[in-house]
């Protein structure tokens, strides 16, 4: 990683695409702002430029996109990093390439483990995380951390949707990915509980609780209600009640997604009747389940619940939370129930949200308190409609960098110079997405220095 923003020089750069350059070309020209250009010029790629290993796998095309900092494949992450050039895939068949790649990694992957969270390059590997190595739970080779996260798989089904939704590319949608999906669908099932624990625990030995799950490795107790059972959150932190409500939203919405390329790109009636039976089951639960009032009496979606009528408030910057459900498009940004739970999410009625003399947002157990994730900013922006917000958010991304031109996992509120992870290519992905988002939705905006 350069230091200091940019990117790597030409020669280290490990994919490049045409129609990424052109789009760096084309905003890089509407953005009037010397410094934000430049931060954009390096965070757009930079997925693209570190992170992405091209192969094959029995002569078939192999992707395997590492976090930044952390070598390994996070199904989230990988994801999450890569979609913001989507929009592109159908100019560009070295994209449309890359991503084939990336679909059939993650889909063999699932197969190894759908409980797994992140993978290993060499399937046949064991575990060179430090704090993995030993972890009580059913490790096997290829898997680089075993938490459970429903979004893990959500993210798998979405990146599948969006690729077959910009291109009509039917190729990825092969018989192992057919195979992941019903994987999906039977781990979901399966954590749904309703005929015990189901086969996942998991322990791990640490002096943080937020590594472990309680009970055995097994989690709190709960009431089968319908929902869903995550061991852990996309923060990597454990649940306090396994029923995360924003990664069962996310569960619905991708179900669905999934079913729609079952049907377009397979003909599987079967396998896309039992996804949409599946979201319409986990949809009436959050409806009955997914919702508590706040002290002040406004009713709002809960973070976590259990079924036996006990429910947490808070959110966590990392997505899916209750502030991203709307960039998701698990609600309408205009839903009102969501519209008072965000407003919730951005106040002290959360307990990880943070305000310094530096930035104000969201962050989570993961890093600690007064640590702000600029994430958090970043999809505040990406669901606003108000452009004197966004330009302020944005203005606070600029000027929090610590002048690497680089977004953070997490940052002082009141001292950007301390902060997480300088190479995390889902934020820099992300903040990319978010000024092109701004370019094509409000070009006035960014024609002026901010």
């Known amino acids: 990683m350069p230091v200091g923003g940019g990117r790597p020089a030409p020669d280290k750069r490990r994919f490049v695409s045409k129609a990424v350059e052109a789009e760096i070309a084309r905003v890089s020209a509407k953005i009037a702002d010397p410094k934000l250009r430049t931060m954009f010029e390096g965070c757009y790629p930079n997925t693209l430029d570190t992170t992405v290993e091209i192969g094959t796998v029995n002569g078939a095309e192999d992707t395997f996109v590492i976090t930044g900092d952390i070598p390994c494949l996070w199904l989230r992450d990988s994801t999450a990093q890569v979609l913001p050039y989507m929009h592109l895939a159908s100019r560009d068949k070295d994209l449309r390439a890359m991503f084939r790649g990336l679909i059939a990694r993650q889909s063999r992957s699932i197969l190894i483990d759908p409980y797994a969270n992140a993978f290993l390059h060499d399937p046949a590997a064991r575990t060179n995380l430090s704090w993995a190595l030993k972890d009580q739970t059913a490790m096997k080779p290829g898997v680089a951390e075993r938490k459970w996260e429903i979004d893990s798989l959500c993210y798998a089904m979405r990146l599948g949707q969006r690729y ?260 995390f290519a889902w934020a820099n992905g992300l903040f990319g997405e978010l000024i092109i988002r701004i370019v094509d939705t409000y070009p006035d905006l960014l024609a002026a220095p901010l």
């Open 164 to 423: 077959w939704q910009a291109t009509g590319d039917k190729r990825p949608f092969d018989a192992t990915w057919a195979a992941a999906s019903r994987a999906c669908i039977a781990t979901f099932r399966e954590q749904q509980r309703k005929e015990g624990r189901g086969p996942y625990s998991f322990q791990r030995v640490s002096n943080r609780p937020t590594e472990t799950l309680q009970l055995d490795g097994w989690g709190a107790p709960t009431r089968p209600v319908g929902l869903i059972h995550s061991g852990f959150r996309p923060s990597d932190d454990a649940c306090t009640y396994p029923f995360l409500i924003p990664a069962n939203h996310f569960a619905v919405t991708a179900l669905r997604e999934m079913a729609q390329v079952a049907e377009a790109a397979r003909g599987d009636a079967s396998l896309a009747a039992d996804a949409r039976a599946l979201a319409d089951e986990v949809a009436a639960a959050l409806a009955q389940w997914g919702t508590m009032r706040l002290p002040d009496g406004r009713q709002v979606w809960a973070y976590e619940v259990d079924g036996f009528g006990n429910a947490l408030f808070m959110d966590d910057a990392n997505v899916p939370s209750l502030l991203g459900l709307a960039y998701l498009g698990c609600v309408s940004a205009d839903d009102p129930l969501w519209q008072v739970t965000q407003a919730a999410c951005w106040s002290p009625a959360n307990p990880y949200f943070f305000k310094g003399s530096a930035i104000e947002g969201i962050g989570g157990p993961h890093v600690g308190l007064d640590q702000v994730w600029p994430m958090s900013l970043i999809v505040r922006a990406l669901t606003s409609t108000d452009a004197q917000e966004i330009r302020a958010l944005v203005t606070a991304l600029r000027d929090t960098d610590a002048g690497t031109g680089f977004m953070h996992e997490a940052l002082d509120c009141n001292d950007p110079a301390k902060f997480t992870r300088p190479w």
